[in-house]
C-alpha cells in the first residue's frame, strides 16, 4: 500500500487565494484526520471523518476552512480565503476501524505557504 | 475533555546519556496511549503504543494510570534519536480522536 497521499507537497499562494488540499486515505481505513502543524501551537486536529461523515469540527478555526469527503477514498480542506496565519503544514492521517490500539497513518503533510 | 501535556518543549543530551521525555494525560475513561516521532521534515511514525508494551529503537513508556502518565524513555540516547517526539492519546469515551501534546524535541549530542 502507498499509504496516505497528499497532494500538493508544497503550494505557495497569495492572500486571499482559495486553497485546496487533497488527501487520499489508506484502503479500507474508515476514520480521516486533517491535522495542521506549526511551531507555535503544535499539532493540531482540526477534523475527522469516520465512515466518510464528519465526526468532530471543533477544531476548525473558522468559517475560511471547510473539509469534505465525498467518498471513502478521498477528501478536501479548503481555506478560502486565505491569510497568512494559515501558514503551516497540513496532514492527513488514516486509522483502520475498531480495535483498542489501532493506529493512525500520517501522510506526508502539504506545505502551505501564504504571502 | 481530553487532554495531553507535554512539559518540556526541548531536551539536550549528550550520546550515550539517558533521555525521559515527559508525558501527562487527562481523561475519563480507559486511555489508549501512543509515542510518535517526527524526524526532520518528515511524516510522523508510531513509535510505540502502550497495550503492546514492547520496546522500539531502544525506548519504552510504561502505562502508570496512578500518575496518569506515559513517559517515554531510552537508556543510551544515539545521534539518530534526534527527532520531535508526540505524546497522544485516544479512546472510545472521545469518539477515537487522538489528542496530541505539543512535543518535545529531543536533540542528542555528539
Known amino acids: 500500500d502507498a499509504g496516505v497521499i497528499q497532494s500538493p507537497r508544497h503550494e505557495v499562494t497569495e492572500m486571499g487565494q482559495e486553497v485546496t488540499l487533497r488527501c487520499k486515505p489508506i484502503?479500507?481505513?474508515?476514520?480521516l484526520f486533517w491535522y495542521r502543524q506549526t511551531m507555535m501551537r503544535g499539532l493540531e486536529l482540526l477534523i475527522y471523518?469516520?465512515?466518510?461523515?464528519?465526526?468532530?469540527d471543533s477544531g476548525m478555526p473558522e468559517d475560511r476552512f471547510s473539509a469534505k469527503m465525498p467518498n471513502a477514498s478521498f477528501s478536501t480542506l479548503k481555506i478560502q480565503p486565505s491569510e497568512p496565519r494559515d501558514s503551516a503544514v497540513y496532514f492527513c492521517a488514516s486509522r483502520p476501524q475498531g480495535a483498542v490500539g489501532n493506529t493512525i497513518y500520517f501522510g506526508e503533510g502539504s506545505w502551505l505557504t501564504v504571502v | 475533555a481530553q487532554r495531553v501535556t507535554q512539559p518540556e518543549k526541548l531536551l539536550s543530551v549528550f550520546k550515550g546519556a539517558p533521555v525521559e521525555l515527559k508525558c501527562n494525560y487527562s481523561?475519563?475513561?480507559?486511555?489508549?496511549l501512543f509515542w510518535y516521532v517526527q524526524y526532520s521534515r518528515q511524516r510522523l511514525q508510531l513509535l510505540l503504543r502502550h497495550i503492546s508494551r514492547e520496546s522500539i529503537k531502544g525506548f519504552t513508556a510504561d502505562l502508570n494510570k496512578g500518575e496518569t502518565s506515559f513517559h517515554l524513555k531510552k537508556p543510551f540516547a544515539q545521534e539518530e534519536d534526534s527527532a520531535m517526539y508526540y505524546c497522544?492519546?485516544?479512546?472510545?469515551?472521545?469518539?477515537?480522536?487522538?489528542?496530541f501534546g505539543g512535543g518535545t524535541r529531543v536533540l542528542v549530542k555528539p
Open positions: 497522544a492519546l485516544s479512546g472510545q469515551a472521545a469518539g477515537n480522536k487522538l489528542t
Open positions: 471523518f469516520n465512515n466518510n461523515v464528519p465526526i468532530d
Open positions: 484502503s479500507g481505513h474508515n476514520s
Open positions: 481523561y475519563s475513561g480507559s486511555p489508549e
